[in-house]
């Protein structure tokens, strides 16, 4: 077989094969067209509508490129101007990103320590179906000494709740109850005074004031502390619905779940819009652990990798 010397490689990156066809008389040289290769930051951002379409480059300015990535986090256009106006014009030398963006979060937004929700005599859990309110009671147990929270189910309609809240308990060592009624939680209250008590609430519809309103009794019979439990993918629109009538309730605060499952949370800040502060986040579905303290600097980085690290976020975007 006659050997075939080969070229040597250049610097250039190879060119495309070939194609030699022969149409009407005369040879045609086809070349394939390959794909065009956009830089990450250009694309990271691009709507889940539009596939492998660019945005326009990341401005270059530091206060425009932070502004940049509130829009494509989906952080409300209103709360998103206001941070962007929060963010430092100068610093230290060495202040990063992270720093300046973590400075305007703070000016911007209320955060609370998660100590002030496990160290309530009693929570109220609440929030849309499907929220992960039941996997977040079982992890506010695990932060408390073995078997002193005391796990009410009062989702007695959805029998795949309850069974879930039983198996969580068992594996805590914690009891479950059950109250159907806010009579019902009395009595449980009455005979567990010192200990205390984390209520899981059936999910409420975010548009829904009169179910949000029923929430009330609940709250008043045990003093209950009411928590937001919102999911890391929900709508800014329905974030905010749903903080202001929890906010009418009393107010209370926001744990935010599945925050390590989508790449964009931004919507989540809607619930600030109303005024409810962030305490923590939930980023495993793990009952066991995976609960977190949310504070500017930990939200600032969050919404920095969501917006550039596609190679980390392979889920659709929200």
Same mark, same amino acid.
């Given at each position: 077989?006659?050997?075939?010397?080969?070229? %040597?490689?250049?610097?250039?990156?190879?060119?495309?094969?070939?194609?030699? *066809?022969?149409?009407?008389? $005369?040879? =045609?040289?086809? $070349?394939?067209?390959?794909?065009?290769?956009?830089?990450?930051?250009? @694309?990271?951002?691009?709507?889940?509508?539009?596939?492998?379409? %660019?945005?326009?480059?990341?401005?270059?300015?530091?206060?425009?490129?932070?502004?940049?990535?509130?829009?494509?986090?989906?952080?409300?256009? +209103?709360?998103? $101007?206001?941070?962007?106006?929060?963010? %430092?014009? *100068?610093?230290?030398?060495?202040?990063?990103?992270?720093?300046?963006?973590?400075? #305007? &979060?703070?000016?911007?937004?209320?955060?609370?320590?998660?100590?002030? &929700?496990?160290?309530? %005599?009693?929570?109220?859990?609440?929030?849309?179906?499907?929220?992960?309110?039941?996997?977040?009671?079982?992890?506010?147990?695990?932060? =408390?000494?073995?078997?002193? +929270? $005391?796990?009410? #189910?009062?989702?007695?309609?959805?029998?795949?709740?309850? +069974?879930?809240?039983?198996?969580?308990?068992?594996?805590?060592?914690?009891?479950?109850?059950? +109250?159907?009624?806010?009579?019902?939680?009395?009595?449980?209250?009455?005979?567990?005074?010192?200990?205390?008590?984390?209520?899981?609430?059936?999910?409420?519809?975010?548009?829904?004031?009169?179910?949000?309103?029923?929430?009330?009794?609940? /709250?008043?019979? @045990?003093?209950?502390?009411?928590?937001?439990?919102?999911?890391?993918?929900?709508?800014?629109?329905?974030?905010?619905?749903?903080?202001?009538?929890?906010?009418?309730?009393?107010?209370?605060?926001?744990?935010?779940?599945?925050?390590?499952?989508?790449?964009?949370?931004?919507?989540?800040?809607?619930?600030?819009?109303?005024?409810?502060? /962030?305490?923590?986040?939930?980023?495993?579905?793990?009952?066991?652990?995976? &609960? =977190?303290?949310?504070?500017?600097?930990?939200?600032?980085?969050?919404?920095?990798?969501?917006?550039?690290?596609?190679?980390?976020?392979?889920?659709?975007?929200?």
């Amino acid at each position: 077989m006659p050997s075939r010397k080969s070229r %040597p490689l250049s610097s250039a990156a190879p060119q495309a094969p070939v194609v030699i *066809r022969r149409g009407r008389g $005369r040879l =045609r040289i086809k $070349r394939p067209i390959t794909d065009a290769v956009f830089d990450l930051m250009a @694309v990271a951002a691009r709507e889940p509508t539009e596939p492998g379409m %660019p945005e326009p480059n990341w401005p270059s300015a530091d206060g425009g490129f932070l502004s940049a990535v509130l829009r494509a986090q989906r952080v409300p256009e +209103a709360l998103a $101007r206001e941070i962007a106006a929060a963010i %430092p014009e *100068r610093g230290p030398s060495d202040a990063t990103m992270v720093d300046r963006l973590s400075q #305007a &979060l703070d000016a911007v937004l209320d955060f609370t320590p998660i100590e002030t &929700l496990l160290n309530a %005599p009693a929570l109220l859990l609440a929030g849309p179906p499907g929220a992960g309110k039941t996997t977040l009671a079982a992890k506010l147990a695990a932060r =408390r000494e073995r078997g002193t +929270a $005391r796990l009410v #189910a009062a989702d007695g309609e959805r029998a795949g709740a309850l +069974a879930q809240l039983r198996e969580f308990a068992a594996a805590l060592g914690n009891p479950l109850l059950e +109250a159907e009624t806010p009579a019902a939680l009395a009595a449980i209250a009455a005979g567990h005074s010192t200990e205390p008590l984390i209520l899981d609430m059936p999910g409420v519809d975010p548009a829904d004031a009169k179910a949000w309103q029923a929430l009330r009794p609940w /709250l008043d019979v @045990v003093s209950a502390m009411p928590v937001l439990v919102l999911p890391a993918n929900v709508p800014a629109e329905e974030a905010l619905a749903m903080a202001t009538h929890f906010r009418a309730l009393g107010g209370g605060y926001a744990v935010l779940t599945r925050f390590d499952m989508v790449r964009r949370v931004g919507g989540t800040l809607g619930a600030s819009l109303a005024g409810v502060p /962030l305490a923590g986040v939930s980023v495993t579905p793990n009952f066991a652990y995976g &609960l =977190r303290p949310l504070s500017p600097e930990i939200l600032a980085r969050r919404l920095l990798s969501g917006a550039l690290e596609a190679a980390r976020w392979q889920a659709p975007a929200a």
